[in-house]
Structure formats: structure tokens, C-alpha cells
């Protein structure tokens, strides 16, 4: 009697676009990133409406800034993992890149406005998505922060503004290879910019002294004035240090782009975030996605002998 042979296996092939956030925002976080985008939008731009006169100072909102920013966010992670967008596992990927990227803070010290970490950010963002992008831009500026002992009144104003850069660079489209890279060594490029042009309306209205009047801030006049003289003051301040944080960003991308962003994957992909299992006959031939399906492993035949 000849053996019968074992039908195929059914094979679970998981596919995962490479170009594709990995993790998308449910509406609960999107509520809570449009709250804290409003919140952060808020707390730079309120000098720009105060009244003639006005006493203008962040000795007594940064730090409620600070607390709201920190619920914020709590409420963003809360909402993630309520909706199934975390996990236990994302959670530690997004604290070990938290780590990473307040190291990179701490060992540039945004010397001459180089500053490796916003390589980190547009990576992570890109794979991760807008919402963990976000969370990953201020907590690493928070981590950052602890180990330099720089928590003072421009912490909570630099965790909004980075976190908008990795929520910028999960929002870019989508495209793969080196057209993917061009793109997000663009956007490293411009964002390392707009970070300083946004970073310095935490101070630039409260300068009171040191600045020429064609510079400085006149609480109550017109917002197209106050914008004009802003201007001027940041091509004359800012601009030189912020062009090296921009450009050293693009070159990253450039040059270390490709693998970074393979390892990203990589992880995510092994850690099984949001992974869509496909089943299919290992019949030999290719699965719908195009994937060669995984054989089983081979077993010694029977050398019983048949009756």
C-alpha cells in the first residue's frame, strides 16, 4: 500500500506595503492631535493678538503649558491603545527611539544648529506614522531635555515644534526607493528651517531690549506688521543657524536614508504592527501578494514496509 501524501498547508503571508505608515491614527487620536496642534498653535501665536501695553511674558503660562502638553500627549498614547493602534511593542520601539533620539540631542547639543536628531525624527515618522511621529518628536526633546538639565520655559514650546516635524514627515506621500529618499531629504531640508522660524516666536515678542526697532515686537499693532519686522530679525539671527540643521538633515537622509529606513521596517514588520495575514494553499506557485509561499519543513520518509 503506497502512502497517501499529506495535503499542502494553508500559510500565512503577511504583507506590508513599505511605503505605508505602519500605524494610522484612529479618530479618538486625531481628536487629540488636532487639540494639541490647536494648544501648541495657541501658546506661539497668542503675543501676536494682545492689547497695546500688555505685559507680556511665558513666566506664567509655560509652565501650565507644560502640564496640558504632557495630558496631551498622555491622552494621545491612552487613546492609541484603547483604539488597538498600540501595543506593549510599539510602546517599546517608540521608547528606545525616544532614547535614541534624546541621546543624539545630548551628544550634538545643537552646536552651530546641527542637530542629528531630526534624521531620527523624519525616519521614524515616515514608517511610524503622524500620531507616533508626533509623540516621538516631544518625547525625545523631553528625554533630551532630563539628561542636559535644559527643562525651562522653551521645553514645552520645543516638544510641540519637533513633534510637529514627525508628524510632517508621517503626512508626506507615498513613494518608494530613491524618489521616497529625495522626498523626505526635501522635507529634512525645510523642516530643519521651519523648526527655528517657529522656535524662536517663543522669545522673539518678549525681546525688550538689544533689538533694533526695525526687529522688534510692537504688542497691538497689525500681525502683517509684527510678521514683517519677524521677518527681518530671523534672516538676521536665525537663519545661519538654522540652514545647518536643514542641510545636515537632507545629507543623512541622503547617505543613510536607505538602511535606516530598512531597519525600521524590518522591525515593525517583525514586531507584526498592524501585519494583514493572508492565507493560501502552498500549492508551490506564488500567493496573491506576489510572495512565494514558506514550505514546510521536510520529514524523513516511512521505511516501514507496506503490506
Known amino acids: 500500500m503506497t502512502s497517501r ?10 504583507k506590508v506595503a513599505p511605503s505605508k505608515p505602519v500605524l494610522a491614527v484612529r479618530w479618538r487620536a486625531a481628536a487629540t492631535l488636532a487639540a494639541t496642534t490647536l494648544v501648541g498653535l495657541a501658546a506661539f501665536f497668542w503675543p501676536f493678538l494682545a492689547q ?5 511674558a511665558h513666566s506664567a503660562d509655560a509652565p501650565w503649558l507644560f502640564v496640558l502638553l504632557i495630558a496631551l500627549l498622555t491622552a494621545l498614547v491612552v487613546a492609541e491603545l484603547s483604539g488597538g493602534g498600540l501595543d506593549a511593542k510599539t510602546v517599546a520601539v517608540l521608547g528606545v527611539l525616544a532614547a535614541a533620539g534624546g541621546a543624539l540631542r545630548v551628544f550634538s547639543a545643537g552646536t552651530a544648529g546641527l542637530e542629528p536628531m531630526f534624521f531620527l525624527l523624519v525616519m521614524a515618522g515616515r514608517v511610524l506614522g503622524r500620531g507616533v ?12 531635555a532630563f539628561l542636559t ?10 516638544m510641540i515644534a519637533a513633534g510637529w516635524v514627525g508628524f510632517g514627515a508621517g503626512c508626506l506621500p507615498r513613494a518608494t526607493g530613491r524618489p521616497e529618499r529625495v522626498i523626505l531629504a526635501g522635507y529634512g531640508l525645510v523642516a530643519g528651517l521651519l523648526y527655528g522660524l517657529v522656535m524662536n516666536l517663543w522669545f522673539w515678542p518678549f525681546l525688550t531690549t538689544g533689538v533694533p526697532a526695525v526687529m522688534a515686537f510692537v504688542p497691538g499693532d497689525a500681525v502683517p506688521a509684527n510678521l514683517t519686522r519677524y521677518g527681518a530679525f530671523y534672516l538676521a539671527t536665525s537663519l545661519g543657524w538654522d540652514l545647518p540643521r536643514g542641510i545636515l538633515t537632507a545629507v543623512l537622509v541622503i547617505v543613510a536614508g536607505r538602511p ?32 512565494p509561499p514558506v514550505q514546510p519543513p521536510s520529514t524523513p520518509a516511512d521505511d516501514r514496509p507496506t503490506k
Open 133 to 144: 511621529g508626533f509623540v516621538l518628536g516631544a518625547l525625545a526633546v523631553l528625554v533630551g
Open 52 to 56: 497695546p501695553g500688555s505685559e507680556l
Open 149 to 158: 538639565g535644559g527643562v525651562g520655559p522653551w521645553a514645552p514650546f520645543q
Open 260 to 291: 535606516v529606513l530598512a531597519s525600521l521596517r524590518r522591525g515593525t514588520r517583525r514586531a507584526a504592527f498592524g501585519t494583514i495575514g493572508q492565507f493560501a494553499k502552498g500549492n508551490g506557485g506564488p500567493t496573491e501578494n506576489g510572495l
Open 5 to 14: 501524501r499529506a495535503p499542502d498547508p494553508v500559510i500565512a503571508v503577511a
